[in-house]
């Protein structure tokens, strides 16, 4: 079996006295797609802020591909390369088109020559069905169009993990399917995702894996249908029990 993509070892983040993450272990290997659930405040969006390294860690290990991306004497900015990150919010800025949103880190942050950069991009928004829109202004989008435009970019530069926070809870809810449609075609093609989601259906229709997360720790992990349909601990059980009475399963 090949060596995980991403290997966090004894993940520890703290908020002054307050434990955000409990020694959290965690793989994730090449084409796997993995969800994270659990109730707000568990830790999923401060597990993939420290993966992605946009937190400092007090405790533990990022590894990605081997290397120790978390080790102090590695370049963030370098390590960030291999992974692509799309938040809640979709952070497009406003002054600039779509094309520029999508070519601006891959020119100024990894040198790629700016044609190279616009034919990536081009061809990120055919995919992502929005090949007429690379001229528009993000305020001339539907929520559901920026969060694609955010997902385009997330890929501009080819990551080895793409991590996904929670990328339909700003959006209404006749705007989730299409976002969700997206992320189902990526998870199809192979791509290695780890992703934070309330979307219970989703995670038990496209995850290979998913792991319940509570008080910064992670309680349960299995495949969706033994976590959804018969999970091991009492702490999951509640959970799922309180979303199925939510309509949310």
């Given at each position: 079996?090949?060596?995980?993509?991403?290997?966090?070892?004894?993940l520890v983040?703290?908020?002054?006295?307050?434990?955000?993450?409990?020694?959290?272990?965690?793989?994730?290997?090449?084409?796997?797609?993995?969800?994270?659930?659990g109730s707000?405040?568990?830790?999923?969006?401060?597990?993939?802020?420290?993966?992605?390294?946009?937190?400092?860690?007090?405790?533990?290990?990022?590894?990605?591909?081997?290397?120790?991306?978390?080790?102090?004497?590695?370049?963030?900015?370098?390590?960030?390369?291999?992974?692509?990150?799309?938040?809640?919010?979709?952070?497009?800025?406003?002054?600039?088109?779509?094309?520029?949103?999508?070519?601006?880190?891959?020119?100024?942050?990894?040198?790629?020559?700016?044609?190279?950069?616009?034919?990536?991009?081009?061809?990120?928004?055919?995919?992502?069905?929005?090949?007429?829109?690379?001229?528009?202004?993000?305020?001339?989008?539907?929520?559901?169009?920026?969060?694609?435009?955010?997902?385009?970019?997330?890929?501009?530069?080819?990551?080895?993990?793409?991590?996904?926070?929670?990328?339909?809870?700003?959006?209404?809810?006749?705007?989730?399917?299409?976002?969700?449609?997206?992320?189902?075609?990526?998870?199809?093609?192979?791509?290695?995702?780890?992703?934070?989601?309330?979307?219970?259906?989703?995670?038990?229709?496209?995850?290979?894996?998913?792991?319940?997360?509570?008080?910064?720790?992670?309680?349960?992990?299995?495949?969706?249908?033994?976590?959804?349909?018969?999970?091991?601990?009492?702490?999951?059980?509640?959970?799922?029990?309180?979303?199925?009475?939510?309509?949310?399963?």
């Open positions: 079996m090949t060596a995980p993509v991403l290997r966090v070892r004894g983040k703290r908020y002054g006295g307050n434990t955000v993450l409990a020694g959290v272990d965690l793989d994730v290997r090449e084409h796997e797609v993995v969800a994270l659930i707000s405040g568990s830790g999923k969006s401060t597990l993939l802020r420290c993966v992605n390294l946009l937190e400092e860690l007090d405790d533990g290990q990022v590894l990605l591909d081997g290397e120790d991306v978390s080790d102090p004497r590695v370049d963030a900015d370098v390590a960030r390369r291999g992974m692509g990150i799309v938040f809640q919010s979709f952070n497009l800025f406003p002054h600039m088109n779509v094309l520029d949103n999508i070519t601006l880190a891959p020119r100024v942050v990894h040198g790629v020559p700016r044609a190279e950069a616009e034919r990536r991009a081009v061809e990120l928004l055919d995919r992502v069905g929005l090949a007429d829109r690379a001229d528009s202004y993000p305020d001339r989008l539907s929520g559901g169009q920026q969060q694609r435009v955010a997902i385009a970019r997330a890929l501009a530069y080819s990551p080895r993990l793409l991590l996904l926070d929670e990328i339909t809870s700003a959006l209404d809810p006749e705007l989730v399917g299409e976002v969700l449609s997206l992320v189902r075609e990526l998870a199809d093609a192979g791509r290695t995702i780890l992703m934070a989601t309330h979307e219970m259906g989703f995670a038990r229709q496209v995850a290979d894996r998913v792991c319940f997360l509570d008080g910064g720790r992670l309680i349960e992990s299995g495949p969706p249908d033994r976590v959804f349909g018969a999970p091991e601990h009492e702490r999951t059980r509640q959970f799922l029990r309180r979303i199925v009475e939510a309509g949310r399963l």
